[in-house]
């Protein structure tokens, strides 16, 4: 199955294991940026690490500190190989593009609609340049 998804950062191509987030999560107390690792106890996933996956977010919960939060797992090479959300989250993607502006290599950030999340549970995902997600 192939997808277009519309690109709202560019960034690196990936390959990766999907992890669909169940419950939407913040980023600032949600992950914990020097593990990768989902770090809110109240969260269906807590414990599950984000790094190198296309991280699914089926919605974020708003804080400014996203951003530093993204960037910082950018810079220590735990960030996710890919980020789709449904909504875009203009703070949380200011951390990819500060990223990009201090030169580190980026994932790249998608929507998708939620209602396509159900098929990519217990998939591999395929992103390219040009935002065709393939589910394998």
């Known amino acids: ?15 990766a294991e999907a992890l669909v987030l169940t419950a939407p999560i913040s980023f600032w107390g949600g992950v914990n940026p020097k593990t990768g690792l989902i770090a809110d106890v ?14 699914c977010l089926p919605g974020t919960i708003g804080s400014s500190s996203a951003a530093a939060v993204l960037l910082e797992l950018v810079s220590a090479g735990l960030a996710p190989a890919a980020i789709i959300l449904h909504e875009p989250d203009a703070i949380l993607l200011l951390g990819l593009i500060v ?11 998608l929507k998708l609609d939620r209602s396509a999340f159900a098929n990519l549970i217990d998939h591999t995902l395929a992103i390219d340049d040009a935002g065709i997600v393939s589910v394998r």
């Open 1 to 15: 199955m192939r997808l277009q998804a519309e690109i709202l950062v560019e960034g690196q191509q990936a390959e």
């Open 42 to 55: 109240r969260h269906p996933q807590h414990g599950v690490a984000i790094t190198g996956k296309v991280l």
């Open 99 to 109: 990223a990009q502006e201090m030169g580190h290599q980026t994932p790249m950030a």
